[in-house]
T-cell receptor
Framework: GAVVSQHPSRVICKSGTSVKIECRSLDFQATTMFWYRQFPKQSLMLMATSNEGSKATYEQGVEKDKFLINHASLTLSTLTVTSAHPEDSSFYIC?????????????FGEGSRLTVL | GENVEQHPSTLSVQEGDSAVIKCTYSDSASNYFPWYKQELGKRPQLIIDIRSNVGEKKDQRIAVTLNKTAKHFSLHITETQPEDSAVYFCAAPPAYKYIFGTGTRLKVLA
């Protein structure tokens, strides 16, 4: 149980275009999903906290107009990188916190590697 | 805001030796302390966690100790094996905000 699916796993796009990444909890409901960015050999940097039905809470330094997060249902959150530039190239990974969790365990998606040309 | 510091950033040990990774946190409201393991190219997965009402928890070769007064907790891996090589992350999430430590790259030398 507790499977999180993230798509696409890899995406290459041209500079200036937008890319949408989906994060789905397959067998549980999640009111809270987290989006992270991970540079090579570095930590998981929290970008934003996504709560179902409300606006995402962004971390300091993360542009909310550039990284659009939508959490329209209890099983789906999306991250859209708008007007992508080469410096946005990174590994983006989502995680979900089960609705009725009796633990604090997070379940992660497989991650999405974005390359902006 | 919450700050989680993790040391060391890299750690190399001989197979069979022990490895210890330490994290310190700033938010006294934190009461749950997990450790995640991320193998190369894979997603992080929980390996052990501890709540603030206990000082130590053990699961086979892995243990976590917590000093809530000093605001630090440690991961202990005994009898290390090559498959323990990975990046390990700690976290000390206050309510509904999951920030990770900077990570420790563990290399177990055969």
């Amino acid at each position: 149980g507790a499977v999180v699916s993230q798509h696409p796993s890899r995406v290459i796009c041209k500079s200036g275009t937008s890319v949408k990444i989906e994060c789905r909890s397959l067998d549980f409901q999640a009111t809270t999903m987290f989006w992270y960015r991970q540079f090579p050999k570095q930590s998981l940097m929290l970008m934003a906290t996504s709560n179902e039905g409300s606006k995402a809470t962004y971390e300091q330094g993360v542009e909310k107009d550039k990284f659009l997060i939508n959490h329209a249902s209890l099983t789906l959150s999306t991250l859209t990188v708008t007007s992508a530039h080469p410096e946005d190239s990174s590994f983006y990974i989502c995680s979900a916190w089960p609705l009725f969790a009796n633990t604090g365990e997070l379940f992660f998606g497989e991650g999405s590697r974005l390359t902006v040309l | 805001g919450e700050n989680v510091e993790q040391h060391p950033s890299t750690l190399s040990v001989q197979e069979g030796d022990s490895a210890v990774i330490k994290c310190t946190y700033s938010d006294s409201a934190s009461n749950y302390f997990p450790w995640y393991k991320q193998e190369l190219g894979k997603r992080p997965q929980l390996i052990i966690d501890i709540r603030s009402n206990v000082g130590e928890k053990k699961d086979q070769r892995i243990a976590v100790t917590l000093n809530k007064t000093a605001k630090h907790f440690s991961l202990h891996i005994t009898e290390t094996q090559p498959e323990d090589s990975a990046v390990y992350f700690c976290a000390a999430p206050p309510a509904y905000k999951y920030i990770f430590g900077t990570g420790t790259r563990l290399k177990v030398l055969a």
